[in-house]
């Protein structure tokens, strides 16, 4: 099927955040983490592939597409055989929400690899949903999407200020700073949020204000700094029994 110059021009803008904001759309790319998708049942507005990928049983409409137009509307230098296109909605936090269950909040984190990542650490270790200050990569970047595998469709994900909302929760709030105890003392909590903040910063004042405990991993070695994800990774851990 042939693209008109207006298609291919929407889909190259969706790597821009105004654009996926204005017209409600977002893209994935990659073959791996949309086949996982499709399995679990995730729906697409459409799916462009190439004859070299076949879409397997799917309910989203999909498109066959050749090479040439793929490289023009791939956000990629080497493009990948398939993108899907999804229709871009926003969760939003309602009243005590953060009272149940296990919550992770990124404070800050402006690398989408990590945030994508955090994401992935969340669902993994059955986190109930990710906050992310509006400083935060932009969930529907195609490399926070990609980065997490497609755990940014099975994990709720809400874009909020964080300060107010964590003030009002009544769960333990944990900051990882290297000031605090060891991550070896923490024993496993059913309702807590843990808050993660940028490598460069660490955590805000106005978060840093919001929370009953931090906690650290010693460190044994010269490193100066873990990466947040690594980080955010060991203290889940030991949160969860």
């Keep these: 099927m042939a693209l008109t110059k207006a298609q291919i021009n929407l889909l190259r803008g969706l790597r821009h955040k105004r654009e996926r904001e204005t017209s409600l759309r977002y893209i994935v790319e990659g073959a791996k983490v949309i086949s996982e998708l499709l399995a679990a049942g995730h729906t697409f507005e459409a799916v462009y592939r190439t004859p070299d990928w076949e ?11 050749p090479w040439d137009t ?3 509307i791939s ?3 080497t493009p990948s055989p398939v993108l899907a296109v999804g229709r871009l909605s926003r969760a939003e936090l309602v009243e005590d929400e953060l009272n149940t269950g296990r919550t992770l909040a990124l404070d800050g984190i402006q690398d989408p690899g990590n945030v994508g990542t955090l994401i992935r650490i969340a669902d993994w270790f059955g986190f109930q949903r990710v906050l992310l ?7 529907f970047s195609q490399k926070v999407i990609n980065a997490s595998m497609g755990s940014f469709a ?17 769960v333990p ?5 290297l000031a605090g105890e060891s991550v070896h003392q923490l024993t496993p909590l059913e309702h807590a949020v843990i808050v993660i903040g ?17 906690v650290t991993i010693p460190r044994h070695g010269s490193a100066e700094s873990l990466n947040a994800a690594v980080a955010a990774g060991i203290v889940c851990s030991h949160l969860c029994p």
């Design 75 to 77: 956000h990629y230098p």
């Design 154 to 170: 099975r994990v709720r994900v809400i874009t909020t200020d964080l300060a107010p909302i964590l003030t009002s929760a009544s």
């Design 70 to 72: 793929m490289a023009r």
């Design 133 to 139: 200050s509006p400083e935060c990569a932009d969930l």
């Design 173 to 177: 709030i944990l900051g990882c700073d």
């Design 198 to 214: 940028s490598e460069g910063r660490g955590l805000s004042p106005r978060i840093t204000a919001t929370l009953t405990r931090t």
């Design 55 to 65: 879409p397997g049983d799917s309910a989203s409409p999909t498109i066959q597409i």
